[in-house]
């Protein structure tokens, strides 16, 4: 022990009975007195010296009977409590409680304690406790009304208002902890100028809270350098520590101008506190469950993808935008029903075709804390599309190689094997067939050629000034004579402007156009082209009275290995890139094409280019 200590055990036993705020009074068998400490002359009136060894003449003699029976009671059963009187030194009657147990020796009784205090104390706890009861029942309702808040800032704004309340304060004020700084978030009776106040944990009171290991403290010194001191009259500072998750989330202030705090009210600042860490959690679960819906709704919302959730009777609950626009069905007519679609097992997908024609790839998971099912689908109609196409154009090609090829083959053969036995003119025709043909396979191949850099973006073009009037009349010179069933007429405006592009690829274009137009007219009838000036730009049109286009068809028609089931177009042979070639070479020159329908019937192709030059300026015309 410690030098404080060093004195023996009746030292240790008469200080402590000496420090004892209540009178403690031994009595032996035959109630004389063994023990009357420095309380009991205080409450008595009698010094120890003239008690000690004889009976204290403290019990009035109308209640001496009650005395003897209450120490024989105590002697063979339990300490007894009540309330009674005794005499003061003055003859004064004293209002006492007094709690009697067996002074023991070893197994024997050999006496009586008996501890004094006044009745009246009896009567101040129990409005302490009864106040205290009020206040815990007070506490219950406030708890209620915090968490019945799940914003944050509200949260703390009840919870600093409720504490003046509760602990009689008269301002208040809830800290945040963040890293190693204080933010002052809320506020209470306190101007609204120092929301917002930070400073440094480390010289904080906070700080010396944590330090201590304790979850409450009070403070009296130094308060005029902390930013409470805005409270006039500020004595006492009240400091309640708020965790969450177990961690030190922040702090309750209670300032104290006009009265001092009690153990009560720090007792219910250490319960605020406790229950302001558990609303506070619940607020910031709150706030970050808010969050996650949000972004949650807004990738539901924003996906490109249609998403659906199914409840465990498998009817639609939630149905996203996209959803609706790739199977052009509302939520409100979904929502409620089973989906539009067959529902693929989890880990497998399902291709299915809606009634507007669109192709899907559907797949699904099961959420399996709620029995929900999570449906995605995407739209997978153009490659649905270019795979038939594919299968399509191969198909196509290998028959436009196979006709020309067994051709040449076949009159090569026939010449090799009989050459000397065929007339001069069979044999030219011969030639000339295995040219004709060995020309249509240059320009399949150019075709697939020029399809295949138009596909990779590799298509180049030399742009420079270009005689569109002369290029028209080179591709237009001489076609009368290819069918007597078409006529042609063209009709170029006087002073066409030059334009910018490329001779070659131009003359592809116009080609490839006057190409479809007579073959896709094959009862004949007029051919068409004209070209005029149209702000800055020069439009070239190739009109032919054929067999049309239907409205749906009129951009897929430029599109890679797209032949259009529609009218009678499918008929006339080709691996589906003339147009798509057009349309590329037309952009990579910075103007466009597109098709339109006739009002007599047929189609009209659309062809625009840039001019060179402003309209009215000095560029050379034609």
Not at 43 to 72: Q, Y
Not at 189 to 210: C, F, N, W
Not at 272 to 286: D, E, K, P, R, T
Request: charged share 25%; proline share 4%.
């Amino acid at each position: 022990m410690g030098d404080e200590w060093a004195g023996s055990d009746d030292e240790i036993a008469r200080a402590a009975l000496d420090s004892s705020p209540n009178a403690v009074v031994a009595l032996d068998r035959d109630q004389s007195v063994l023990v009357w400490n420095a309380a009991a002359e205080r409450v008595f009136g009698w010094a120890a010296e003239e008690v000690l060894g004889r009976r204290a003449p403290i019990v009035p003699d109308e209640l001496t009977a009650e005395h003897n029976a209450v120490l024989e009671r105590v002697r063979t059963g339990e300490p007894v409590s009540l309330r009674t009187k005794r005499l003061h030194s003055d003859g004064a009657l004293l209002d006492l409680r007094v709690d009697i147990s067996a002074l023991r020796l070893g197994s024997a009784v050999g006496g009586y304690v008996c501890v004094y205090h006044p009745a009246q104390a009896d009567e101040l706890a129990r409005n302490r406790m009864a106040r205290r009861a009020r206040l815990v029942r007070r506490l219950t309702d406030v708890v209620g009304d915090i968490n019945s808040e799940l914003e944050l800032s509200a949260v703390l704004d009840r919870i600093s208002a409720n504490l003046t309340e509760l602990t009689g304060a008269d301002a208040g004020g809830f800290v945040l902890i963040e890293g190693d700084r204080l933010r002052l978030v809320s506020t209470y009776q306190l101007p609204d100028s120092i929301r917002g106040t930070t400073t440094d944990l480390r010289t904080s009171l906070v700080d010396r809270l944590l330090r201590t290991g304790k979850t409450v403290m009070l403070e009296s010194d130094g308060l005029d350098d902390l930013v409470w001191a805005r409270l006039r009259g500020l004595h006492t500072v009240a400091l309640g520590l708020a965790a969450v998750g177990g961690r030190p989330y922040g702090a309750l202030y209670a300032l104290f101008a006009r009265r001092n705090p009690g153990h009560l009210e720090l007792e219910l600042l250490e319960l605020l506190a406790g229950h302001a860490g558990i609303a506070v959690g619940n607020a910031v679960a709150y706030q970050e469950a808010v969050r996650q819906r949000a972004h949650e709704r807004a990738v539901f919302d924003a996906s490109a993808d249609g998403i659906a959730v199914l409840d465990q009777d498998g009817l639609v609950v939630r149905w996203n935008p996209a959803a609706a626009g790739l199977t052009a069905l509302a939520p409100e007519s979904v929502i409620g029903a089973p989906p539009p679609f067959p529902l693929p097992k989890p880990g497998e997908k399902v291709t299915f075709q809606m009634e507007n024609g669109r192709w899907l790839d559907v797949v699904s998971a099961q959420i399996e804390e709620t029995g929900e099912v999570v449906v995605d689908f995407r739209d997978v109609t153009s490659a649905k599309e270019l795979e038939e196409a594919k299968d399509l154009f191969l198909a196509t090609t290998s028959h436009e190689l196979r006709t020309p090829i067994t051709i040449v083959r076949g009159f090569a053969s026939t010449l090799d094997a009989r050459w000397d036995k065929m007339a001069d003119a069979e044999r030219r025709a011969a030639v000339h067939t295995i040219a004709e043909r060995s020309r249509s396979l240059g320009e399949l191949m150019d075709h697939l050629l020029l399809g295949a850099r138009a596909g990779a973006d590799e298509l180049k073009v030399r742009i420079e000034e270009v005689d569109l009037a002369e290029r028209i009349d080179a591709a237009t010179l001489g076609l009368p004579a290819l069918s007597d069933k078409h006529r042609v007429e063209v009709d170029i405006a006087r002073g066409l402007p030059l334009v910018l592009g490329d001779p070659l690829a131009t003359d592809i274009i116009l080609g490839q156009l006057l190409e479809n137009a007579f073959k896709y007219s094959p009862k004949g009838g007029l051919i068409s082209v004209a070209a005029w000036p149209d702000g800055e730009n020069v439009v070239v049109v190739v009109d032919d009275e054929g067999v049309g286009i239907a409205p749906g068809d009129r951009e897929r028609i430029f599109e890679r290995f797209v032949q259009v089931d529609s009218g009678d177009r499918r008929r006339f042979g080709g691996v589906g890139l003339g147009l798509y070639i057009v349309r590329s070479l037309a952009r990579a020159q910075g103007g466009d094409v597109s098709a339109h329908p006739r009002r007599e019937g047929g189609t009209r192709m659309r062809l625009v280019l840039r001019c060179a030059s402003p309209i009215g300026s000095d560029t050379p015309m034609r």
